[in-house]
């Protein structure tokens, strides 16, 4: 190694080696490799997001219809046979609470869960959820568990 074989890390150096508008001796004067007129040769242009050339974008052919609730919450259900799945493979003893529902994958860690009655539970479980079907919680309490709604 020597000085004549020096060259910066891999990745570290970024420019770009074309210097644009720099006068017609550089070869890159004049219209700076944008070619002429057009949205694209101007200052500050930027394609907007779902544009198609000037044709109707795709986003307002479509029709629409129907309301959508700004205000509307989504549960993430869990059924009363997936909790005693879990029971039957020894992944819970005792309690179910959203760490252990996180845990396991059955909801993401800003979701709200709740608890479905599809299924039968046989294990005695403290449940914590943020809602209960009727049939769940009165499956869950049949069976000598708690329903807790946080």
Known sequence: MDLSNLKPAEGSVKNNSKRL???????KGGTSTRGHKGAKSRSGYSRKLGFEGGQMPLQRRVPKFGFTNINRKEYQGINLDTLQQMVDDKKIKTTVDLDTIIAFRLAGKNDLVKILGRGELKAKLKVSAHKFTASAKAAIEAAGGEAVTL
């Open 21 to 27: 508008g720099r006068g017609q001796g550089s070869g």
